[in-house]
Every structure is written in C-alpha cells, then in structure tokens.
C-alpha cells in the first residue's frame, strides 16, 4: 500500500558523500535520463540499492500489516457480498506483500531477513496501519480512502527507474483499483444510508483524516532532500505534490455525499492548491517510532503467526536446496 | 495525547480475533536462519495458444508447492489456462553486460521481408519490354 520515499537525515548527508565509480555511474545514470530500466543484474550505486531495499521492503510490510486492521472484519461483514469483497481484499494485500518481498529481494535481502526487521522494529511500516478499525465505517473509508492515497503514491512510483519494483506496482494498482471502487461503494452506500449509517461514516472519517494527511510524509519544508533520488527516479513527487494530487481526487468525492472532514481550513484555492491545517507533525512522529494505538498489536499478530507457522516451515526447508537471489 | 496513552493503555483489548481467543507469548527471540525457501520464477498464460510468459517469483519448498503458491498469487483475476515454475537456480541467463552482442541486430535489415523491393526494379524492366 505504501513506499516511504522519506530519507533520515543520516541518509541524506551520506547520499551525498558516496563516492562511484565514475564511468559505471555515468553510464547508470545516463540509461535512467534515457527512460530505461534497471534490472537487478545490472550495476548500480551502493546507494540506489540501499534506498530501494529500504522503501520496497517498508511497502511490503506496509502490505501484509495492512491486512491486518480488515482481516478482524471479515467475521462481521454486513452481508455475503461485503465478505466476498474483503476477503478478496485481504487476500490481495497479502498477494501484494509477496509481489514487494520478491521485488526487494532480487537487491540481495532475503525475504526472511526483512520479517525479522519488521518484528524486531528495525524496519517500518506504513503509519496508518497503527489506527484501529473501529467500526465497519473505518472499512468502508479504508478501502476508498486509505487505497486511494495509496494509489496515489504507487502509480507515480511505478514511473520510477528500477524494473522489478515497476512491474509488481503495475500489477498492484490494477488489483487496488478495485479495492478502491468497492470501498467508494461501501462509503456511498453508508453515506445514503440511514441516520446511524451516516453518523459512524463521518465519525470514521473524522478520526481518519489526520492519518491521511500524514501517510505522505512530512511537509518538503520539513523533509530531508536529496537530488539524487530524484536524479535516480527513486523518488519521483514531492510529499506535498502526491497529498495535493490525493487532496485533488478525493475530497470532492466526500463532499458531494454530504459528508465533512473535520478541517475549517480545507479549501482549494485559486491556484488549485489545497488548504489545510497542518497536522500534529509529532503525533506522526509519535506512532513512527511505536507510539500509536496499534503499533504494539501489529507487531504482536505478526510475531504469533511467525512463531505459529514456525514448526511448518522448519519441515518444509530442504537443508540441500541453495538459495539463489530471484531474477526478475 | 491523553487519548493516545489511553489508547495505548488499551492496546490488547482488540478487536482481533487472533489476539482474543489465543493466549500469546510473544517471544523475544525472533527466527534467525540462513536457510530460506528458496525462489521459483513463475510462467503464466493467459489463454489456449498463447505465449506463456514470466510475471513474477514466488518462495516454496518444492515444485507442487510452488505452484499452489502461484496459483494464489497470480492466478487470482481474469483468465489462467496454465502457470509454470521454475526454480531460480535452474535458469541460466547472459549477464547484463553481454547486451551489447544484440546491439546490431535491429540493423540486420536483410533478415526482414521489407528489405526486398522488387516493384520498381520490375516497372522499369517492363518499360524497357515495351515495343517503341
């Protein structure tokens, strides 16, 4: 559901201190301006690798942690058809982890080591996923609203210079078109629906929009930079651009149901810029480094199941098979 | 921020079922291992007669599991006559630097049927048949 692009301030300064082969470099980065891809066999920066690694692998977890917040509701779906649909859901975020893992891994980190970086906190994953989902309205805004920003942030991506990441995005944003559609049906359904239906709508809305706000990171005046990752297409939109191009799409589509967000300030203006109020910043600081509601239950479902299914995968591994890092 | 502590405070009493009815004990040890499941390339097709092309990677311990594995990851929309794995270690590939032994091969113009243009050759053959 998510790629951070966001570099810590340690990152940054050391992107720009790397030193490369000058020739190999000049020929990497002259096939990235010409608008090819990079494949895994190819050559490229200690840098390039490292960025990428980090931001595919938060995104796979950000996939699988996902799931979790929607799994919980697939018992009490309103209908058959609702089930259906989440199921689906769920199954296709699950699916969507293990596109990302492979994509990841062909930069040379197993799939094994990046679980064990989720569970021991060294790696991250997406801050939304640390809300709870309150109520059945929290699925139905999850699936138009939390997958429309996500989309937002992996069509562009899917632009980027590194082809394994290209093609399982590609794939991704076709499968997450249809969460989106189901969930605006969901959202439609609730918001003509009866007085209550209404009311646990905008109540969900109301306390999903600051983690909306967040899921594209800082404000560009508050994030660290680097030219590099531009250069690379790594990072291909500013977090400002990609929360206006969200703020651009789909708070129209809440308005015309008559519902609000909890925001005086949130109005375009003539330039075709959003407004807003700046989000509590250290609230997103807060729950990055484990202080949300659900940081401590996420990583708790995922360690039960690591450990659960642990027997099954010991049985399974063949001590004579060598592993080899995927092709493509 | 009280809310949020609160709601930290409250943590465990979830909503998920797996939390709920299951005792947990989260250990502190996380897996460690070198031994991993290793990779198969996964071949799909779409229909009867048509190629059947790579779309991705799936991790298992052995062939049949392979496939169940990909029939799940790329099997799940639109239409799959087949789907084929192929373990990572069995395909053999040109390194990325050898690419340039395909540089020339666009330029090979008289493998293709455009390069043979006979129509002028021949009208000004059948004017020259003409009786004066």
């Known amino acids: ?328 | 921020m009280g809310e949020f502590e609160n709601e930290i405070q409250n943590t465990m009493n979830t909503l998920d079922p797996r939390i709920k009815r299951l005792s947990l004990e989260p250990s502190a040890v996380v897996e460690k291992t070198n031994s991993h499941l290793i990779t198969y390339e996964v071949f799909h097709q779409e229909k009867r007669g048509k190629h059947v092309t790579h779309v991705g990677v799936v991790h298992a311990s052995n062939p049949e599991m392979a496939l169940v594995m990909a029939k799940e990851v790329f099997g799940r929309r639109g239409k799959t006559t087949n789907l084929w794995v192929v373990k990572t270690s069995d395909v053999y590939t040109f390194g990325s630097d050898d690419e340039d032994m395909f540089e020339t091969t666009p330029e090979k113009t008289f493998r293709d049927p455009a390069y043979y243009k006979v129509r002028d050759r021949i009208e000004k053959f059948q004017q020259r048949q003409k009786p004066l």
């Not at chain 1, 058959?80 to 994509?103: N, T």
């Not at chain 1, 569970?119 to 709870?132: A, E, H, M, R, T």
């Open chain 1, 1 to 328: 559901m998510y790629g951070s692009t966001n570099l810590s301030e340690e990152d940054a300064k050391r992107m720009n201190t790397t030193v490369e082969d000058p020739e190999k470099l000049e020929a990497f980065e002259s096939r990235i301006a010409r608008g090819e891809k990079i494949e895994p066999q190819d050559w490229m920066p200690v840098e390039y690798r490292k960025q990428l690694i980090r931001m595919i692998e938060q995104h796979a977890h950000s996939e699988i942690v996902g799931a979790l917040p929607e799994g919980t509701w697939i018992t009490r779906a309103p209908n058959f058809r609702r089930k259906l649909a989440l199921i689906a859901k769920v199954q296709d975020e699950i699916g969507h982890g293990q596109l990302l893992y492979s994509a990841a891994e062909t930069l040379g980190k197993t799939r094994e080591e990046m679980l064990n970086d989720l569970l021991n906190g060294k790696s991250k994953y997406s801050n939304v996923f640390n809300y709870p989902a309150k109520t059945w309205a929290d699925i139905a805004v999850i699936g138009f609203l939390v997958d429309g920003a996500a989309i937002v942030n992996q069509v562009i991506n899917s632009k980027g210079s590194y082809g394994p990441y290209c093609r399982a995005l590609e794939r991704i944003c076709y499968e997450e078109s249809f969460h989106l559609k189901q969930g605006h049906d969901n959202v439609v359904y609730l918001a003509t629906g009866t007085k209550h239906q209404r009311a646990i709508l905008q109540d969900a809305i109301n306390r999903w929009y600051v983690p909306l706000l967040h899921f594209f990171g800082p404000p560009d005046k508050m994030s660290a930079h680097s030219e590099k990752l531009m250069k690379w297409k790594v990072k291909l939109a500013s977090n400002d651009d990609m929360r206006n191009q969200f703020l651009d799409q789909y708070v129209p589509k809440i308005w015309e149901l008559d519902i609000t967000f909890p925001d005086p300030n949130l109005k375009k203006n003539n330039d075709g810029i959003w407004e807003f109020s700046d989000p509590d910043w250290n609230e997103f600081k807060r729950v990055i480094n484990g202080g949300g509601p659900c940081n401590a239950e996420r990583i708790a479902v995922r360690k039960f199941a690591e450990e659960a299914g642990r027997w099954v995968r010991q049985a399974l591994m063949s001590p004579t098979e060598k592993y080899v890092v995927p092709l493509a």
